[in-house]
């Protein structure tokens, strides 16, 4: 079972930058895949973006040319720099591991998939 620790959220103003970690200890399961969730008030948790093992990433549309992605093998860490920020990205943030990725395209988490506490971020207007 993995710890997975996610650090960086916080309030900014939109238009605003945040970069979230999320640092990974134990045992992350055997996909490879590491992503973003997150989950806004009144909302179900959706996807934000996931990197597999080799550097490969997907983004959902909302977030798609404003975020990146990015990990770090050897520290076992993963990144998601927000750019250009909106009222509507306020949520909390929740690392995960071991991410369904399939060839076509579609990622999720499922029951294997190992989460974060989550971290808050808060955008104003």
């Known amino acids: 079972q993995a710890q997975l620790l996610e650090s960086g959220g916080g309030s900014v103003q939109a238009g605003g930058s945040l970069r979230l970690s999320c640092a990974a200890s134990?045992?992350?399961?055997?996909?490879?895949?590491m992503g973003w969730f997150r989950r806004a008030p009144r909302m179900a948790r959706a996807g934000v973006a996931v990197?597999?093992?080799?550097?490969?990433?997907r983004y959902a549309d909302s977030v798609r040319g404003r975020f990146s992605i990015s990990r770090d093998n050897d520290k076992n860490t993963l990144y998601l720099q927000m750019n250009s920020l909106q009222p509507e990205d306020t949520a909390t943030y929740y690392c995960?591991?071991?991410?369904?990725?399939?060839?076509?395209?579609?990622?999720?988490?499922?029951?294997?998939?190992?989460w974060g506490q989550g971290t808050l971020v808060t955008v104003s207007s």
């Open positions: 990197i597999d093992r080799d550097g490969n990433a």
């Open positions: 134990g045992y992350t399961g055997s996909r490879g895949c």
């Open positions: 995960a591991a071991n991410v369904v990725c399939q060839p076509a395209g579609a990622w999720y988490g499922d029951a294997l998939t190992q």
